[in-house]
């Protein structure tokens, strides 16, 4: 499908405020992202290995919690990899379907739809990610205003998604 490929074709961004809250969880990586070693993992003592796997994350927490963060006009924006590169390939089938659920895009018409229009939809789907994810990164961070400590617990980021509404 065009239109699910166009998706994962998408580099998503976040916004640029977030990046020491991303670096403080996500291992330092050498000169190809995630090849850090197991014991490398284990030294630097990170909860994520990618960038891409803390913006998955800050997504499900923004849809858990219904927080989609607005990005004004001007805010000044990271991106890293795009969708198709990310992992596992079954949670980002899921992180996908889920922002297609709380979109509007009409799914029917898609089939009638020209290659630009399929693009802007797809565009609208990556910014509606992006917005979810911006708002779990907001979440994150005023947990951790909250509680300087929230990072001492190893199971932190497992409790913060079980204490979601």
């Not at 239109?3 to 190809?32: A, E």
């Not at 001007?74 to 590169?85: L, Q, S, T, V």
């Amino acid at each position: 499908m065009d239109f699910l490929n166009n998706i994962k074709n998408k580099k998503p961004s976040y916004l640029s405020n977030y990046n020491d809250l991303i670096d403080r969880y996500t291992l330092k990586q050498g000169g190809k992202r995630g090849t850090s070693s197991e014991e490398q993992k284990f030294e630097q003592g990170k909860f994520f290995s990618t960038k891409y796997e803390v913006f998955m994350y800050a997504i499900i927490i923004g849809l858990n919690n219904n927080y989609p963060l607005k990005l004004h006009d001007g805010a000044k924006k990271d991106d890293f990899w795009e969708i198709k590169n990310w992992q596992p390939k079954e949670l980002v089938d899921y992180i996908i379907m889920s922002i297609l659920a709380v979109s509007d895009i009409d799914l029917n018409a898609l089939e009638n739809m020209t290659e630009d229009e399929i693009n802007f939809e797809t565009l609208k789907i990556r910014k509606l990610m992006e917005e979810y994810a911006n708002g779990g990164f907001d979440i994150l961070s005023s947990k951790i205003e909250e509680n300087p400590d929230f990072d001492n617990d190893e199971l932190c980021f497992i409790n913060l998604l079980d204490s979601i509404n």
